[in-house]
């Protein structure tokens, strides 16, 4: 099994619409979360980071966690085509950050 | 100059040669890291200096060799590569290291290696 598991898409979302990415790992002993961001050519940005259970909120973004499941899910609301790019989870496990193969995006204007 | 710096930014070798690629970063960070993207792969973590001491070597080859004179400089110095190991090399720096944090990374802009 993967440690870090994303749906390599892509993932097409209309403008304005919520763009849905998901994320599931299996070292049940991670304790912390990332999502980054990596335009076609460019290096990853980090967008999100959430550490316990539930919900973080920064304007356009959701990040969600559920420990117990084992995944992480980042909510893109009022889609933009600038938010076109491919999404990477990344878990930090005994200090390393292993990251996922990410998720390309691609919102439809 | 802001950031995390690489040069250069793009790199075409022979099999037989010696290179290397350089990272600053200017942000004051105690971490530093190297990773290696390949084409439908995960970043793949090669190694981490905290504090310019090296703690993670993760299975890199020897024909990579990393050098971190103080905690804003890092190089990794390239001898007797092979066509395989073609792919964009990212140097990262955090604030720190063994820390809840480690895994918020900055990035620089990545070396595009290219060996024939």
């Known amino acids: 099994q993967k440690e870090v598991e994303q749906n390599s898409g892509p993932l097409s979302v209309p403008e304005g619409a919520i763009a849905s990415l998901n994320c599931t790992y299996s070292d049940r002993g991670s304790q912390s979360f990332f999502w980054y961001r990596q335009y076609s050519g460019k290096s990853p940005e980090l967008i999100m980071f959430i550490y316990s259970n539930g919900d973080k909120e920064d304007g356009r973004f959701t990040a969600q966690l559920n420990k117990a499941s084992q995944y992480v899910s980042l909510l893109i609301r009022d889609s933009q085509p600038s938010d076109s790019a491919t999404y990477l989870c990344a878990v930090n496990r005994d200090d390393k950050i292993i990251f996922g193969k990410g998720t390309r995006l691609h919102i439809l204007p | 100059e802001t950031g995390v710096t690489q040069t250069p930014r793009h790199l075409v070798m022979g099999m037989t040669n010696k290179k290397s690629l350089k990272c600053e970063q200017h942000?004051?960070?105690?971490?530093m890291y190297w990773y290696k993207q390949s084409a439908k792969k995960p970043l793949e973590l090669m190694f981490v200096?905290?504090?310019?001491?090296?703690?993670e070597n993760n299975s890199v080859p020897s024909r990579f060799s990393p050098e971190c004179p103080n905690s804003s400089h890092l190089f990794l110095h390239l001898h007797t590569l092979q066509p395989e190991d073609s792919a964009l090399y990212l140097c990262a720096s955090s604030q720190d290291y063994y820390s809840e944090n480690t895994g918020e990374l900055f990035f620089g802009e990545g070396s595009r290696l290219t060996v024939l």
């Open positions: 200096y905290n504090f310019k001491e090296q703690t």
């Open positions: 942000l004051g960070h105690n971490a």
